[in-house]
């Protein structure tokens, strides 16, 4: 058996082997697979000529319409193929959260249709920031690896994931795209993700760089912060991901940094990003991003979106990367050596993750196995807010619940934009449009009736909320009323404050005014105030929770799931907390009034109390840590301790190790230093050991170029919170410097 196992598998190399050789032949792309992913895009660029270069650099716009470019296949973005060196097309389609599925607009009254298949056909994880609040790389590397699965069986070779711009600004429609506001979990879930969607064979992308933390004039605003603030905070981020999850290519943003915007912006990609960061793979523009054929020199290596018909940029006049571009080069403004390291650069992440050898195939998905995978995903990221008097899980006995507002008998509510992902099966009600191309979509997986799956005794009730007098009659008619408070956010909008939309702060007060055990269930895209707190006894934020959210929902309303999400963003008690009480409408914002303290770090460093901490989530266990251990070898800190479930279940908990710099260094009093999502029985312990990131260490100095560690005893923290410390101990560490 295990000889005929073996000779099986030599007649199989022999034939890969063979059929390898022959389309090395055939086609050169294919050639030299032991060679490194720069030595063989080295080759491949020799064959090319410099109109095949140029090609390559120019990736054309195929959104939504009728006017795509022939032999797309309506993604976002298409590179058309290069036969004659077996270079295949680029076909780069949206991820914010699932391969999106563009919705074409019919009109007035009329649902849309979609480029790839009517009703949908990709499954959508929960919001990525719902991702974050699992606090575990694991789910994000399986829910990229999902999408990254559904993209390759669908003939899509680029995602446009990986999202990671920092929340410094809550209100932003796209926050629940984002990771939240610190950069080293932000980075160790971007990385997760991205390993595994191009363990598909799928190029990822890291999005957008920098600094467009709002979508308030997102194409004219200008980010302005000073060099070190942005190293510690927003570009940390961006660089640990990238060291982590080597996407093939990162995406510059619409905005300005410092004044230049960031696809013409020498010093954010050829400094930064090229130089100090030896980033190996291109910068492709965002969505018509680009504003010239300078871009090229400021370290640019394809332009997104041009309009196939005309050449032009995306809604411009103008092309930066077409007819410009080698006029430049032919009277000598840019160097050939430029062409070539764009094109060199676009290949070699070809190379890298397997674009050649491992071509998309349409082939049909497995669409239950992939829900599973967001299902996951959602029951990890759901946090437990409140949980007074164990008013959950809901007892196995209960007679009657009201299920109240947010359409939580039909589905649950997802984000829009790029993001959005139209779901199998279609919307669980018709999509409603928003006030641009937006539209507001509800998954089809209601909380109402899988709850009523796992209390089959139970009598449910259902009112949508838009009266809350007869909504309050329903709660007080009921053993518990639980109300499903939406908040829809979405690409190109933010929010005008942190309040629940649509009067829904009322309808929470009315019906926990008749019923004392309410409960309120968040679907939303970012944090929210909540007047109401301190009226109801439970709350559970579920984020937008995907294509299985009202599983994940109702497992955690009954205890099937025990919550293990914590908050990757703080929520304010309101807008008067955050560094800009309202939202900048100028073209510039100011980004030095908090600097690197982001976040809790803004809360820490201005003593104000926030309604709930980052890194805060309930258990329906407890668990408490001991023996902590630090030792410090060279710049590497090592800190260990033991976590115990003293509770009662089985639970997964996340304990967190916060680093404070001596001498009042640094942005803030903590920094985030490292964690890990443990899974435990009852009376069960484990030692979890992390190890500090040297950049965590540090502050960035700015004369010298170069990370900067103070001599200095430096305060370690081991908590359930960013507000809640249980183990305290200090290391000791000499001082050092590190190149940039
Ligand atoms: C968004 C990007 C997206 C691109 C292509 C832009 O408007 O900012 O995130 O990838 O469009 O759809």
């Not at 796209?174 to 598909?200: C, K, V």
């Not at 961006?238 to 990162?250: M, N, R, Y």
């Not at 571009?325 to 070539?340: C, H, M, N, T, V």
């Not at 408070?485 to 404050?497: H, L, M, S, V, Y």
């Amino acid at each position: 058996m295990k000889l005929a196992r073996l000779s099986r598998t030599a007649a199989f190399a022999r034939t890969a082997l063979f059929t390898a050789l022959s389309l090395a032949c055939l086609t050169p792309a294919l050639a030299d697979q032991g060679a490194s992913p720069d030595q063989r895009a080295d080759k491949l660029l020799k064959r090319m000529s410099l109109e095949d270069m140029h090609h390559m650099v120019q990736s054309y716009n195929d959104m939504m319409t009728l006017q795509q470019p022939p032999g797309s296949m309506g993604a976002a973005g298409y590179v058309p193929a290069l036969p004659k060196l077996g270079i295949p097309a680029m076909q780069q389609n949206d991820a914010g959260i699932g391969v999106h599925n563009y919705p074409i607009d019919q009109g007035p009254g009329k649902q849309p249709k979609h480029v790839r298949g009517e009703e949908g056909n990709t499954t959508p994880l929960p919001s990525t920031l719902g991702i974050a609040a699992s606090w575990n790389p694991q789910v994000a590397y399986a829910g990229g690896r999902m999408i990254g699965g559904e993209a390759h069986r669908q003939g899509i070779n680029v995602l446009l994931a990986g999202g990671i711009n920092l929340t410094r600004e809550p209100r932003d429609g796209r926050t629940f795209e984002y990771l939240g506001e610190d950069p080293l979990l932000a980075s160790r879930i971007d990385g997760g993700e991205i390993r595994g969607i191009q363990s598909q064979h799928v190029i990822s992308t890291i999005k957008h760089y920098a600094l467009n933390d709002q979508e308030t004039n997102r194409l004219t605003v200008s980010a302005n912060i000073d060099e070190a603030a942005m190293r510690e905070s927003d570009l940390l981020a961006f660089e640990l991901a990238i060291e982590d999850g080597h996407p093939g290519s990162v995406m510059c943003g619409y905005n300005k940094v410092n004044g230049v915007w960031d696809c013409s912006n020498t010093h954010l990609l050829t400094d930064i990003l090229k130089g100090d960061w030896k980033y190996p793979g291109w910068v492709m523009t965002d969505w018509g991003a680009d504003h010239g054929v300078q871009d090229a020199m400021a370290g640019t290596d394809q332009v997104s979106g041009i309009d196939h018909t005309t050449g032009f940029s995306l809604g411009q006049t103008y092309s930066s990367f077409g007819a410009p571009l080698l006029q430049a080069i032919q009277k000598g403004d840019i160097p050939k050596s430029r062409l070539e390291d764009m094109t060199h650069r676009i290949l070699r992440s070809m190379y890298a993750v397997g674009l050649f050898e491992h071509p998309p195939e349409k082939k049909p998905l497995d669409v239950e196995a992939d829900a599973l995978v967001s299902q996951h995903a959602a029951e990890e990221g759901i946090v437990l807010l409140k949980n007074d008097h164990d008013q959950l899980p809901l007892h196995k006995d209960i007679k009657t619940i009201a299920i109240i507002g947010g359409h939580a008998d039909a589905g649950v509510l997802s984000g829009g934009g790029s993001a959005e992902v139209w779901p199998i099966g279609g919307p669980a009600i018709p999509a409603v449009k928003g006030p641009d191309w937006q539209w507001k979509v509800y998954d089809p997986s209601s909380p109402m009736k899988s709850l009523q799956k796992l209390l089959p005794n139970a009598k449910i009730a259902y009112d949508d909320g838009s009266d809350p007098a007869k909504a309050a009659a329903l709660a007080k008619s009921s053993d518990v009323a639980i109300v499903f408070a939406t908040q829809w956010t979405c690409e190109g909008i933010d929010q005008p404050n942190l309040a629940l939309p649509d009067n829904q702060d009322a309808l929470i007060e009315a019906v926990a005014a008749a019923n004392t055990h309410s409960v309120v269930v968040l679907e939303n895209g970012g944090p929210v105030k909540m007047p109401w707190l301190s009226k109801v006894d439970a709350v559970v934020e579920a984020w937008f929770p995907g294509a299985r959210g009202g599983e994940a929902i109702a497992g955690v309303l009954t205890g099937k799931v025990n919550p293990s999400g914590h908050l990757p963003v703080t929520f304010p008690q309101g807008e008067q907390q955050l560094p800009r009480v309202l939202i900048t409408q100028e073209q510039e914002v100011n980004y030095n009034i908090e600097g690197a303290a982001v976040g809790y770090k803004w809360f820490d460093k201005k003593n104000l109390q926030p309604l709930f901490p980052f890194g805060f989530g309930l258990s329906y266990s407890r668990f408490d840590y001991s023996d902590l251990h630090v030792s410090t070898q060279g710049d590497h800190v090592t800190v260990s301790f033991k976590v115990s479930n003293v509770g009662q279940r089985e639970g997964k908990d996340v304990p967190q190790v916060y680093v404070s710099l001596p001498d009042g260094l640094g942005e803030a009093p903590h920094r985030l230093a490292g964690f890990e999502k443990v899974s435990l029985q009852p009376g069960q312990s484990r030692t979890v050991s992390v190890t500090i990131d040297p950049r965590l260490l540090a502050t960035f100095d700015v004369p010298g170029h170069q990370w900067k560690i103070a001599a200095g005893s430096y305060p370690i923290q081991v908590g359930h919170s960013s507000r809640d410390f249980v183990l305290n101990g200090a290391a000791a560490v000499a001082a050092s410097t590190m190149a940039p």
